[in-house]
């Protein structure tokens, strides 16, 4: 599977990993069955089967609490994390990032803690974003319609500011060819 995947075929990966998946269940191989839901979840969500991803790393976190693995709990908490966040769960995906941030900050695994934080960072920033549109959204519907030239918004004592499209001011005076009203 892990060829596969390496070779960006995922559909015949993910077929290994069922594979390996069926040969550790029937073997009775918790380290074994984790490994490959781990991996079939991060196929899964390559080619978008999101719901195939979520229910194997799900599972993985939960083996991986029973093995006290805690590197794979650490990286399955951190791929929920992922998945919430693209399913738009933000508080979700918050939850999970923190606490594989916790988890590897407690195992000094400087690659997950640093990668733990961007995905926070990243995830606050999107929060901002979506705050900051909704604001622009609320001022667009608030804000008063453009003046039209005719009904007194035009050139001859409006009082308003002008640009031209050089993107310089100009008086009212000036030739209004080049002149737009700004709202």
Do not use: W
């Not at 599977?1 to 073997?27: D, F, I, P, T």
């Not at 976190?61 to 933000?90: F, M, Q, S, W, Y």
């Not at 409006?158 to 030739?175: Q, T, Y």
């Amino acid at each position: 599977g892990l060829v596969y995947a390496n070779l960006n075929m995922e559909e015949e990966a993910a077929r290994h990993y069922q594979y390996a998946l069926l040969y550790a269940v029937k073997l009775n191989n918790l380290e074994g069955e984790s490994a490959a839901l781990a991996n079939l979840a991060f196929s899964g969500r390559k080619v978008g089967d999101v719901t195939t991803a979520k229910a194997c790393i799900e599972r993985h976190v939960e083996l991986a609490e029973t093995l006290h693995d805690d590197r794979g709990k650490t990286i399955g908490l951190h791929e929920l994390g992922k998945i919430a966040e693209e399913e738009g769960e933000l508080d979700d995906a918050q939850r999970f990032f923190s606490e594989s941030l916790d988890l590897a900050k407690k195992l000094g695994r400087e690659a997950d803690v640093n990668s733990a934080r961007c995905s926070i960072a990243i995830l606050q920033a999107k929060r901002r974003m979506e705050e900051h549109m909704r604001a622009v959204g609320r001022q667009l519907t608030t804000a008063s319609p453009p003046r039209d030239r005719a009904a007194g918004g035009g050139a001859g004592g409006s009082g308003h500011a002008r640009h031209s499209r050089r993107g310089g001011r100009h008086d009212e005076d000036e030739d209004e060819e080049e002149e737009e009203d700004l709202p």
